[in-house]
């Protein structure tokens, strides 16, 4: 059933596999015969990162990391800190970072840079879902799933107030701001 909150389901659960296959089957073209390892952002790329990583036809190592941001003063750009460091180090390896939504970016440009000084072979980003209309800073996005709009979105990873992780589609909240 369908939560009360929810207004409009913009990729249903079929959509949304049928693409993750899609992209999955282009990172199994580009990494063939590479040592790669997908890390994923805690929480929001869990369940995107899992139904990516069934569909990848090559061998794939996954790590995890936890990040939070806060602002020194209200309305200030977010400051972002490790909460949680991966367990292994991505020295020589193909690293693809697995984001569940590109937004302002400045979540990413700091991970890049904090990633990119241990030595990756490669670094990239694949995410979900992109909202470029809101970028502030320029990241390489090399996968991207879905481009949206500015309405704030839920499922498949996205949260709101730590609900709606769990649900399979994509939808936009009939109050986002409450
Ligand atoms: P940014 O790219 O640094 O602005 O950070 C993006 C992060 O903000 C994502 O990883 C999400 O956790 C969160 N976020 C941005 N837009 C949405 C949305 O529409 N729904 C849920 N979370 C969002
Ligand atoms: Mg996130």
Known sequence: ????DIDRVL???EEVDARIAE???AI????RGKDLKLIGVLKGSVFFLTALARRIEIPVKIDFLAISTFSARPGSPGVVRIEKDL???IEGQDVLVVEDIVDTGLTLRYL???LAGRG??????CTLLDRASRRLVEVPVEFRCFEIGEHFVVGCGLDHKQLYRNLPYVATLRRPDS
């Open 120 to 125: 990756p072979n490669t670094l990239g980003i």
């Open 11 to 13: 990729f249903t659960a």
């Open 87 to 89: 367990d292994e180090p």
């Open 23 to 25: 992209v999955a089957a």
């Open 112 to 114: 890049l840079r904090t």
């Open 1 to 4: 059933m369908t939560p009360p």
């Open 28 to 31: 199994g073209e580009r990494y």
